[in-house]
């Protein structure tokens, strides 16, 4: 069965910092693309980044580009993402997703994980 755990939400003041993880099981974790997206209430999910397992390649938003760090422990089949100088805008569900290949495309992905609230307070 495939399984993808997120953790480490949580509520946080603007200009903080949370640790999210992504804990996969259940599929073949080095050869594939791990991201995050996230939702807010009332908006469309939207993609947040996303690492290659195999290569270590990384892509960010626009929007968190310079805040966020995505990385990856194959030996532990987690991904991380770090996220630095949040703002209120950050605050959403955030959603881990494996797939093939990284992708802004939700459909690419196969496997979701079930969520974690992250919220800012200004």
């Known amino acids: 069965e495939v399984q993808l755990v997120e953790s480490g939400g949580g509520l946080v003041q603007a200009g903080g910092s949370l640790r999210l993880s992504c804990a996969a099981s259940?599929?073949?974790?080095?050869?594939?693309?791990i991201g995050w997206f996230r939702q807010a209430p009332g908006k469309e999910r939207e993609g947040v980044s996303c690492i290659s397992t195999s290569n270590g390649s990384t892509y960010y938003a626009d929007s968190v580009k310079g805040r966020f760090t995505i990385s990856s422990d194959n030996a532990k089949n987690t991904v991380y993402l770090q996220m630095n100088s949040l703002k209120p805008e950050d605050t959403a569900v955030y959603h881990c997703a494996g797939a093939a290949l990284c992708s802004w495309y939700e459909d690419e992905y196969d496997y979701w994980g079930q969520g974690t609230q992250v919220t800012v307070s200004s």
């Open positions: 259940g599929f073949t974790f080095v050869d594939s693309a």
